[in-house]
């Protein structure tokens, strides 16, 4: 398996704009989880879903971001508007709900200027 | 106060010396992690536990559930053991994790 995918690796943008950020889980899980690190406040949860499901997003900062999972194999993060506080890496990891080990992907690196 | 309290901050060792790592939790848990973060950014789930102890290789867990207390310990320690060690935690029947601030081991050769 290739473990849990992520793309883009790095991402720069400039302020106001839209960023996407794209999540492939392992295959068969049906959880997963968008977490961001930041030097100032370590990893924290943004949301996570269940069976494409969003069942915790109190992590998500604000409206600009928002998450969706349209099928088990695939899912979004969105920044819209982007501001330089977002500035972050962002990653995806995902787990079979049953034992809760976790599976990272390499996360992406977002600048934004 | 933290959910997930780690310490030290940060750790200098010598090659060969044995390293504890400490991750002490105030909420109740279904499980601990730990968690292995190198330069590069990549995490990796060391041990999942819920009681006792794990091993591997070098790299042994334990936790005590009534202190709502675990350890992470490396035995002959290497240069390449240097990373950002991580304590987290799963609550109940939520599956995200809580994390702890991380502990940065440095093992000088």
């Known amino acids: 398996d290739a473990g849990v995918i992520q793309s883009p690796r790095h991402e720069v943008t400039e302020m106001g704009q839209e960023v996407t950020l794209r999540c492939k889980p392992i295959?068969?899980?049906?959880?997963l989880f968008w977490y961001r690190q930041t030097m100032m406040r370590g990893l924290e949860l943004l949301i996570y879903?269940?069976?494409?499901?969003?069942?915790?997003d109190s992590g998500m900062p604000e409206d600009r971001f928002s998450a969706k999972m349209p099928n088990a194999s695939f899912s979004t993060l969105k920044i819209q508007p982007s501001e330089p506080r977002d500035s972050a890496v962002y990653f995806c990891?995902?787990?079979?709900?049953?034992?809760?080990?976790?599976?990272f992907g390499p996360g992406t690196r977002l600048t934004v200027l | 106060k933290n959910e997930v309290e780690q310490s030290p901050q940060n750790l200098t060792a010598q090659e060969g010396e044995f390293i504890t790592i400490n991750c002490s939790y105030s909420v109740g848990i279904s499980a601990l992690h730990w968690l292995q973060q190198h330069p590069g950014g990549g995490i990796v789930s060391l041990f999942m536990?819920?009681?006792g102890k794990k091993k591997h290789g070098r790299l042994i867990a334990t936790i005590n559930i009534q202190e709502k207390h675990s350890s992470l310990h490396i035995t002959a320690s290497h240069p390449r053991d240097s990373a950002v060690y991580i304590c987290a935690v799963t609550g109940g029947s939520q599956g995200n994790l809580i994390f702890g601030k991380g502990t940065k081991l440095s093992v000088k050769p």
């Open positions: 879903f269940n069976n494409n499901v969003p069942i915790d």
């Open positions: 536990l819920s009681s």
């Open positions: 295959s068969g899980h049906n959880s």
């Open positions: 990891a995902s787990s079979w709900s049953g034992t809760n080990e976790q599976f």
